[in-house]
C-alpha cells in the first residue's frame, strides 16, 4: 500500500512538472530540459508498473509463467518507483551549464 501512494504522488508531481516545466525547490529552480527529464522520471513508472502487471496477469492467466513471477514483480514494481525517485534526484543535482550568446 505504500508504494501505491508513493507512485501515485510521483505520477501527479511528475505530471505537474511537465506541464509547467519547471521545479523550484527551495532556492533552487531548474526549467527547460532539466525539469522535462524530472518530471517523465517521476511520471513513468506508474504507467511501466500497471502495463507489467497487465503482462503478469496475462501470463500467470494463461499457465505460461509461476505464481512466483509475482514476487518478482512485486520486487520490480520497487525497483521501478525508486528507480524514476533516484533518476529525478540526479536530473535535479546535475548543474546548469549557461549558453553563452555570439557577441557579433
Keep these: 500500500m505504500g ?11 511528475g505530471l505537474i512538472i511537465l506541464l509547467t516545466r519547471k521545479v523550484k525547490i527551495g532556492r533552487v529552480e531548474r526549467t527547460g ?3 522535462t527529464a524530472i518530471g517523465l522520471s517521476l511520471f513513468l513508472p506508474l ?8 503482462l503478469i496477469a ?9 505464481l512466483a513471477a509475482i514476487e518478482l514483480g512485486n520486487t520490480a514494481e520497487l525497483g ?3 528507480g524514476g525517485l533516484v533518476a ?3 536530473f535535479f543535482s546535475l ?6 550568446a555570439d557577441s557579433r
Excluded: N
Design 3 to 13: 508504494s501505491a501512494i508513493l507512485e501515485a504522488i510521483m505520477m501527479v508531481t
Design 33 to 35: 530540459w532539466q525539469a
Design 47 to 54: 504507467p511501466l508498473i500497471l502495463l507489467m502487471g497487465l
Design 58 to 66: 496475462v501470463f500467470v492467466q494463461e499457465d505460461v509463467a509461476l
Design 80 to 82: 521501478l518507483a525508486l
Design 88 to 90: 529525478a534526484v540526479v
Design 95 to 100: 548543474p546548469v551549464r549557461h549558453e553563452k
